[in-house]
DNA sequence: AGTAATAGTTAGCGAGAATAACTATTTAAG
DNA sequence: CTTAAATAGTTATTCTCGCTAACTATTACT
């Protein structure tokens, strides 16, 4: 009921700044922990290997993020390059501005109570 | 955050009966409503009105819907057969376990107030 | 009567994700 | 210490779901 209406609005703020949703949860994600593998991305996301691999190679050919040594010779750590990261806070921007407004009238503690619920959820699916 | 894993899982459910989240979330709307149109359903689920013609073609090539005269010569006024209905009703039996399990842990309360507040987002987002 | 608007369809495109089958590397077991 | 199993990632292929653009058919408005 809530899915289709925000992953159409933000897709085209995103759209503004040529990204797609699937870029756009993995910089966040690389942004919030520094670096991360495919197979990292790939839990947090829920999404099969493959579909991260793609996302991945796109978002090294724009040049947003690059591969550094792992523990091992088969993984294949990311991180942020220093445009990536520029890019990431430049798009927050425009984000942090939509949340606002679809967030509207929402208490900080309802967000905070959704929130908690939700990962809850997200628990009981993932056991 | 929720919705992958959520996708996944319910795929997986409705997998076991052939039918797709898409075609599942028609099935739901017609039973809750009697019929309607495929604007009417195209507002209900925010996609557009070639999306809907596609997934109804299949509902209909399925045997579970079936269209009505509406009001218009325009307008293909949709319900289930009673295929349709036996189906869904089948398929609800295995979605309403997953729910069940999915908020285990999750008060009544609890759940009527995330669905409160997430409509309240919704709003704004169509706003 | 002639133009707007509404309902639906067709054609074609692309994002996103899946599975199956593969390579390369590392870990574990006999 | 060598071989089997596990792990990380890639390639190829397929599917669903959704979109836009351009169309037909019907109805409403002026």
Same mark, same amino acid.
């Given at each position: 009921?809530?899915?289709?209406?925000?992953?159409?609005?933000?897709?085209?703020?995103?759209?503004?700044?040529d990204?797609?949703?699937?870029?756009w949860?993995?910089?966040?994600?690389?942004?919030?922990? #520094?670096?991360?593998?495919?197979?990292?991305?790939?839990?947090?996301?829920?999404?099969e290997k493959?579909?991260?691999?793609?996302?991945?190679?796109?978002?090294?050919?724009?040049?947003?993020?690059e591969?550094?040594? #792992?523990?091992?010779?088969?993984e294949?750590?990311?991180?942020?390059?220093?445009? #990536?990261?520029?890019?990431?806070?430049?798009?927050?921007?425009?984000?942090?501005?939509?949340?606002?407004?679809?967030?509207? #009238?929402?208490s900080?503690?309802?967000?905070?109570?959704?929130?908690?619920?939700?990962n809850?959820?997200?628990?009981?699916?993932?056991?």
């Amino acid at each position: 009921m809530l899915y289709r209406p925000f992953e159409n609005r933000l897709n085209l703020e995103l759209g503004k700044h040529d990204l797609y949703r699937a870029q756009w949860s993995i910089l966040y994600y690389l942004f919030n922990n #520094g670096s991360a593998t495919h197979v990292e991305i790939s839990n947090y996301l829920s999404v099969e290997k493959p579909t991260v691999t793609r996302t991945i190679t796109r978002l090294e050919q724009q040049g947003y993020v690059e591969h550094i040594p #792992g523990k091992d010779r088969r993984e294949k750590r990311m991180q942020l390059t220093e445009l #990536g990261k520029a890019k990431y806070l430049e798009v927050r921007v425009t984000v942090d501005q939509y949340e606002e407004e679809i967030l509207k #009238g929402i208490s900080v503690e309802e967000q905070q109570e959704v929130i908690r619920i939700m990962n809850d959820i997200r628990k009981n699916i993932l056991k």
